[in-house]
């Protein structure tokens, strides 16, 4: 069978590696529940980050739903349409009615002017992507936040190892959320954190994650089960290891796709992180229909970079079929725009220089003929 280069492929470590955490996991008979592993994963996560306080929690989207939990929030959230569903999703689903502003058309999120224009009586927060690991404009939110006395919360599912002015960008806002899955730079299969600086809230957080309980005889709050099993801190412990080498080698791949197509009419995220992880590699074509030749042209020679975010997520079904268009309701002029022209390549570690050229020489023939 043909080798299909899709959009990322999960890092793993040494399987040598691995087994020597199984082991410890065979030997203690402690698979879930806080065990060994978790504690000293958060560990190695808080020094890792540079954060004071992190909670480990099963994946990404629990991670989100814990976040707009612990603060108890009613009425509207304002966000970004220019995301994945479990941004949007996770607002429905905890009750909350999703606003949408539109995205700053170079870095790709949330435009705070917009916000701003967004917030009614009824607004209770604000949840900004780090779209694609790029900060957001975090001062300008927090301004507007504070203002509007609002909680801002941060989506930086993308954004691992990420400083903003030499700060890790997890310390901006009032609470961030992390995800680990195994698309992302850094995973743990399945897998996602919460950090927050406020030492109230995070232990609230912990008890979110683990229905409430404070211990065999006292439970103090309606929580869930978003707690990470051994296995999955096992996982994470490994690929903390190599992850400064991985970062680094997407670095030289991210800026030879750049380099190359700098020579074409293509446009690249405006990255304002004063330390980036390379996370995707989104190229924005001139219009939509040589963005949807190249995915083709690409598909044919068994390469699958994907059109993250497209379609916006006020276009989903259960938005639509209310009959009202969202995107234009709430004047997403630029999230469409950027929606309909941007694909991201595929960009991981051990992808290989001659299939870097090769895709850079299909793209600049599609793009040409
Ligand atoms: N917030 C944001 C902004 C997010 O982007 C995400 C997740 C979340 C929150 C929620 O976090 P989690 O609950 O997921 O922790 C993928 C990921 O599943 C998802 O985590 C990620 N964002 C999103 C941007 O990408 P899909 O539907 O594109 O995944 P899929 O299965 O099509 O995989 C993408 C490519 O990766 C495939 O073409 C092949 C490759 N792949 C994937 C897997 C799972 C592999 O080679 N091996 C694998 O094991 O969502």
Known sequence: MKEIITVTKPDL???????????????????????????????????????????????????????????????EVITTPFTFAATTNAIIWEGLSPVFADIDPETFNIDPSDVERKVTKDTSAILAVHTYGNPCYVEELEKIAEEYNLKLIYDAAHAFGVEYKNKSVLCYGNLSTLSFHATKIFHTIEGGAVVVDDD???????????????????????????????????????????????????????????????EMCVAFQKIIASKYN???????????????????????NNIKPRKYFYPLTPNFDYFTKKGEDYCIKYNLKNAIDVSNRVLCLPLYPDLNISTIEKIIDIIKDTVKG
């Open 13 to 75: 470590p040494p399987l040598e590696r691995y087994v020597k955490y199984l082991e410890i996991i065979w030997k203690n008979r402690w698979l879930t529940n806080n065990g060994e592993l978790v504690q000293l994963f958060e560990k190695k996560l808080r020094d890792c980050l540079g954060v004071k306080n992190i909670a480990v929690v099963c994946n990404g989207t629990l991670a989100l739903h814990i976040a707009l939990k612990v603060f108890d929030l009613k009425g």
């Open 200 to 262: 109230a809230l995070h232990e609230k957080v912990e008890l979110l994650r683990n229905h409430g309980i404070k211990s065999e005889e006292e439970t103090l709050l309606v929580g869930t089960n978003a707690k990470m099993n051994e296995f999955q801190a096992a996982m994470g412990l490994c690929n903390l290891e190599d992850i400064v080498d991985r970062i680094q080698r997407r670095k030289m791949i991210y800026e030879l796709y750049k380099e190359r197509l700098s």
């Open 278 to 300: 390379y996370a995707y590699m989104p190229v924005l074509f001139e219009r939509r229909e040589e963005r949807d030749r190249v995915y083709s042209e690409l598909a044919k």
